[in-house]
T-cell receptor, first 113, second 115 residues
Framework: TQLLEQSPQFLSIQEGENLTVYCNSS?????LQWYRQEPGEGPVLLVTVVTGGEVKKLKRLTFQFGDARKDSSLHITAAQPGDTGLYLC?????????????FGAGTRLFVKA | DTGVSQNPRHKITKRGQNVTFRCDPI?????LYWYRQTLGQGPEFLTY????????KSRLLSDRFSAERPKGSFSTLEIQRTEQGDSAMYLC?????????????FGAGTRLSVL
């Protein structure tokens, strides 16, 4: 069974600080997605990365897919209180024959004003 | 289209009762997923459908759980003889299935509380 480990599990920072969240696995994924989830709601997609070494930027968020497609990181610059939420990475087995998606346990981010 | 819709949003039941949840995916999305999420954890995969065919089931899906997707449109998840350990958020997601990256669109979930 493929597993995705996210770190840190919890992060509390001041507005304006930078942070990086990590998503690691010993397995190769055909793609990785990052979602953000707020209390009482379903996850909402932020980005999907497909190519090893790929870097994508979404305003103050920068996503990177590891060269070997086993890990990914999310970097937030100048965090704002609106960034507060649960950040989830998810891996797609894809070309291993199925489309089962594995989620990490998430990183809960709290940005204080 | 307003996105993935799940009903009910909340369900409180007594142990031993049966419950059924419904998910209406985004129109023309051919792949539909069910997940279970407990507090402080990420969603755990339960099962998924490609059109009306159920292609994979997690070992988490015991004999008390059954899911259907008749005609490849909406889906239902039934839990028989509920137990307190079944208390969780049940999430549904759909995807077109034709794009690289398997982007999933989630509903708001059904929160189940078993007393």
């Amino acid at each position: 069974t493929q597993l995705l480990e996210q770190s840190p599990q919890f992060l509390s920072i001041q507005e304006g600080e930078n942070l990086t969240v990590y998503c690691n696995s010993s397995s190769v994924f055909s793609s990785l997605q990052w979602y953000r989830q707020e209390p009482g709601e379903g996850p909402v997609l932020l980005v999907t990365v497909v190519t090893g070494g790929e870097v994508k930027k979404l305003k103050r968020l920068t996503f990177q897919f590891g060269d070997a497609r086993k890990d990914s990181s999310l970097h937030i610059t100048a965090a704002q209180p609106g960034d507060t939420g649960l950040y989830l990475c998810a891996g797609d087995e894809g070309d291993t024959g199925g489309f089962k998606t594995i989620f990490g346990a998430g990183t809960r981010l709290f940005v204080k004003a | 289209d307003t996105g993935v819709s799940q009903n009910p949003r909340h369900k409180i039941t007594k142990r031993g009762q049966n419950v059924t949840f419904r998910c209406d995916p985004i129109s023309e999305h051919n792949r539909l997923y069910w997940y279970r999420q407990t507090l402080g954890q990420g969603p755990e995969f339960l099962t998924y459908f490609q059109n009306e065919a159920q292609l994979e089931k997690s070992r988490l899906l015991s004999d008390r759980f059954s899911a259907e997707r008749p005609k490849g449109s909406f889906s239902t998840l039934e839990i028989q003889r509920t137990e307190q350990g079944d208390s969780a958020m049940y999430l549904c997601a759909s995807t077109p299935g034709d794009r690289v990256g398997n982007i999933q669109y989630f509903g708001a979930g059904t929160r189940l509380s078993v007393l």
